[in-house]
């Protein structure tokens, strides 16, 4: 079954950076679009960046525009997502998600397979 392991994060001050890694072990990633998208305390689950199967990008907001970029590095079997300046807004844990097609529109379900990670951002 498929299972992500999310990696990373961590307590940074605000301006720092963190660079998140996703791989999902005995699962080639290669041909799916992957995103990232993430939750805070008490909020619904919010895409951040997705990456498609031809290395398009989607982006479901203005908050991460400049600050995160998504990439692959297929021969390690990862997608990443590279955190700059970040803000106390950008808490949250956040998970990587699998589309056999193309990135979830804004608002449709996704399914979580893995535990997140845990990025902190203090105010």
């Known amino acids: 079954q498929l299972q992500f392991v999310e990696s990373g994060g961590g307590l940074v001050q605000p301006g720092g950076s963190l660079k998140l890694s996703c791989t999902a072990p005995?699962?080639?990633?290669?041909?799916?679009?992957i995103g990232w998208f993430r939750q805070a305390p008490g909020k619904e689950l919010m895409g951040v960046l997705c990456?498609?199967?031809?290395?398009?990008?989607?982006h479901y907001g203005d908050s991460a525009k400049g600050r995160f970029t998504i990439y692959r590095e297929n021969a390690k079997n990862t997608v990443y997502l590279q955190m700059t300046s970040l803000k106390p807004e950008d808490t949250a844990t956040y998970y990587c998600?699998?589309?056999?097609?193309?990135?979830?529109?804004?608002?449709?379900?996704?399914?979580?397979w893995g535990q997140g990670t845990q990025v902190t951002v203090p105010s």
């Open positions: 998600i699998l589309d056999e097609i193309r990135c979830p529109a804004p608002g449709h379900k996704v399914d979580l």
């Open positions: 005995g699962f080639n990633l290669d041909p799916y679009a």
């Open positions: 990456i498609e199967r031809d290395n398009q990008i989607t």
